[in-house]
């Protein structure tokens, strides 16, 4: 009798040991899922970040090209005529301006 006594409090707390663990790793399933969630969302924000920045990194390119080519068409003689002809009025020898009334 005594056994048995025995025998039935060890299944009863073998069952509440089982449920309590079970309640455990239920509650950190339940924690883990939530943070994946979290998580997938932030990723999702970067991607979008990301696609952003690479967007203006090539619009940023494509102004450093202008730039330079504009830098290098500075150097010409024909830019150095358009600014002598128009900022200062400039004209070859011979040359007839038209102007407008």
Not at 22 to 31: A, E
Not at 47 to 64: G, M, N, P, S
Request: zero cysteines.
């Amino acid at each position: 009798m005594v056994k048995r006594k025995i025998a039935f409090r060890k299944k009863k707390q073998n069952r509440l040991g089982m449920f309590l663990v079970m309640t455990v790793v239920f509650m950190l399933l339940i924690v883990v899922a939530g943070k994946s969630i979290e998580l997938r969302a932030k990723q999702a924000e970067y991607t979008a970040r990301e696609a952003e920045l690479e967007r203006q990194i090539a619009e940023e390119e494509k102004r450093t090209q202008e730039i330079e080519e504009f830098g290098k068409y500075t150097e010409t003689k024909k830019y150095i005529e358009e600014v002598a002809k128009d900022k200062l009025g400039l004209v070859y020898d011979g040359e007839i301006i038209f102007k407008e009334e």
